[in-house]
């Protein structure tokens, strides 16, 4: 039997959305109570938020080392001596460059579009910003569990009335080990999803309520690493943006790298997930880049930290989803509230999160959790700046689909034509099907590479190497939570058509083509323990078989740089 939690709103994920609705959510109400004993009229009861994040600790599945958007810190907090600690910044932004790289050199880019200026922002850890947000939340009174995974929305006569916690304690058949304990079902007015990119809860919401967007979503992976580095290499609030090498001209992306506090360098490679070759690898791209000759004089001597990546939202405005219904809320990189220009959507999920409050608040006072009511979240946003950043790039990213130099074009006539370009809206695929098959892309007799980079271990590193540096941990006796609905397909017309690009794709080592000794014939393995919990394989499947479900609770990356 099911133990049941009655509350008023249950918010699945603690990131910068989520714990921003929580704690701005009780900031209202009490505002709102207080001008009424002035003003009259009824106050509203301080509502029960609990907040559930399937990570052991707040932070430990946010990467660390992130440009913050400071317009929302001002929007925020106001009054930010009022605070009980300040913001964990690491550093003010001073100096804002981009290069484009060829293998062996870097050439300044002369124009930056004003909107793409970083000068004056600031640099965070995000795994401590998150911990900081948790802090003021929890002192507000929302009750945030960690280690908890959402795993099940509960619906009743079509609306969402709470979602339901993951089992723990299960093995690999699916049977209770004597550790085990039932999920909890946790029934609330309103739910709001801030899982963050493709969250698997929205995901099913948005398939099973048609919720998507005009344009299917696009998405990145990014692969980050974070250094020790040798004093002064490169000073805390310098930013240097790339493009080019190592990707190729078909392959939109880019590398970051941002300098943080006590001699630490975060560095990382987005890479578009729109790309033609099915042998396309994040992670080993990642290892090439850090062998250019820029980037390794600056890596001379340094020690790695950590190792982390995560899909980035890429669509933009044309692929934004109906984010409300009866009893339901999306917020954040759930929402694809992303900037891709500008590489930015922190300060677009933590004002989603206020907006969000606020039709809640309206909802608890009218005591009317229905549509319309909640629809009121989907006008606050198309009038707030979030709608007002979104909209002069609602093009950008769909423009790259055929090619860097193309997408460039489009860039510079999007700039002058307030984002409408050629159309007045781009039209996009899904990211998988834009993979060509081996046959397609490659010459006949093209070596397949092998499934992992080498790596020397001091510069450069394989998967398994990394994912240590991930500081990720699952319990291996539970069931695998990546379910393949057809897994025939992996060993016949997956190896033929596109040479298994789960072994490249996967910046963890997850997928593997091992050969089955009784047949004699290679067969997937899934080492699930490994996965970072980045999701690119529910999104480049090229068959659509594989779904990433929440793994028991706790598991997963612990990122945070404390």
């Known amino acids: 039997?099911?133990?049941?939690?009655?509350?008023?709103?249950?918010?699945?994920?603690?990131?910068?959305?989520?714990?921003?609705?929580?704690?701005?959510?009780?900031?209202?109400?009490?505002?709102?109570?207080?001008?009424?004993?002035?003003?009259?009229?009824?106050p509203v009861p301080d509502p029960q938020i609990i907040v559930l994040e399937k990570a052991a600790n707040l932070g430990a599945h946010s990467l660390s080392g992130a440009v913050l958007d400071t317009r929302i810190l001002t929007e925020l907090f106001p009054n930010p001596q009022d605070l009980p600690t300040p913001p964990p910044l690491e550093a003010q932004i001073t100096s804002d460059s981009i290069y484009y790289l060829t293998k062996k050199y870097k050439f300044p880019v002369l124009f930056v579009p004003p909107k793409m200026h970083n000068r004056g922002f600031q640099l965070i850890s995000l795994g401590k910003f998150v911990k900081w947000m948790g802090q003021l939340a929890e002192q507000a009174g929302v009750e945030i569990f960690a280690g908890f995974a959402g795993t099940e929305l509960l619906t009743e006569q079509g609306r969402i009335v709470g979602v339901r916690t993951g089992d723990a304690g299960v093995d690999k058949q699916g049977q209770p080990k004597p550790s085990f304990q039932a999920g909890v079902d946790i029934k609330a007015k309103v739910v709001v999803l801030a899982e963050g990119t493709r969250g698997h809860l929205t995901k099913q919401l948005i398939e099973q309520q048609g919720l998507q967007g005009i344009n299917p979503m696009c998405y990145a992976t990014g692969v980050k690493e974070v250094w020790e580095l040798k004093d002064g290499r490169f000073p805390a609030g310098k930013v240097v943006h790339t493009m080019g090498w190592p990707l190729g001209s078909h392959q939109f992306g880019g590398s970051f790298l941002y300098g943080l506090s006590q001699n630490r360098l975060a560095l990382g490679l987005v890479v578009g997930l729109d790309y033609k070759d099915p042998f396309t690898d994040p992670h080993r791209l990642l290892q090439e880049f850090k062998q250019h000759p820029y980037v390794k004089q600056l890596l001379e001597g340094a020690k790695l930290e950590r190792y982390g990546a995560k899909t980035i939202p890429e669509g933009g405005y044309w692929s934004l989803p109906k984010s409300f219904g009866p009893g339901f809320l999306v917020i954040g990189d759930s929402a694809s509230l992303v900037n891709v220009m500008r590489l930015k959507g922190i300060h677009l999920a933590m004002k989603s999160g206020m907006l969000a409050a606020e039709t809640i608040l309206?909802?608890?006072q009218k005591n009317d959790v229905g549509e319309a009511t909640l629809s009121q979240y989907a006008s606050k946003l198309e009038n707030s700046w979030i709608r007002q950043e979104l909209w002069p790039v609602r093009n950008f990213r769909q423009g790259f689909h055929h090619g860097f130099w193309t997408g460039m074009f489009h860039t510079?006539?999007?700039?002058?034509?307030?984002?409408?370009?050629?159309?007045?809206r781009y039209p996009s695929q899904k990211d998988h099907?834009?993979?060509?098959k081996v046959a397609a892309f490659h010459k006949p007799g093209t070596p397949q590479p092998t499934m992992s980079y080498p790596g020397d271990k001091v510069l450069t590193f394989d998967k398994l190497t990394s994912v240590y540096f991930s500081g990720t941990t699952h319990e291996e006796n539970q069931p695998c939570h990546l379910k393949l609905s057809d897994t025939s397909l992996c060993s016949t017309r997956c190896t033929q058509e596109y040479g298994n690009p789960c072994q490249y794709f996967c910046p963890a080592q997850v997928y593997e083509m091992v050969e089955d000794a009784s047949t004699g014939q290679k067969k997937l393995q899934i080492n699930f323990t490994n996965c970072v919990h980045c999701k690119t394989c529910d999104i480049m499947d090229p068959y659509e078989i594989i779904h990433w479900t929440a793994p028991e609770g706790g598991g997963g990356p612990a990122y945070h740089i404390l």
Do not use: C
């Not at 099911?2 to 009490?30: C, F, S």
């Not at 510079?412 to 007045?424: D, E, H, P, S, Y």
């Not at 099907?433 to 060509?436: E, G, K, L, P, R």
């Open 433 to 436: 099907q834009i993979m060509s």
């Open 362 to 364: 309206d909802a608890l």
């Open 412 to 424: 510079a006539l999007q700039i002058i034509t307030g984002g409408r370009g050629l159309w007045g």
């Open 1 to 42: 039997m099911r133990d049941t939690i009655e509350v008023d709103v249950a918010i699945v994920g603690a990131g910068p959305a989520g714990l921003t609705l929580a704690w701005y959510l009780k900031k209202l109400v009490q505002q709102h109570n207080q001008n009424i004993e002035k003003t009259g009229g009824s």
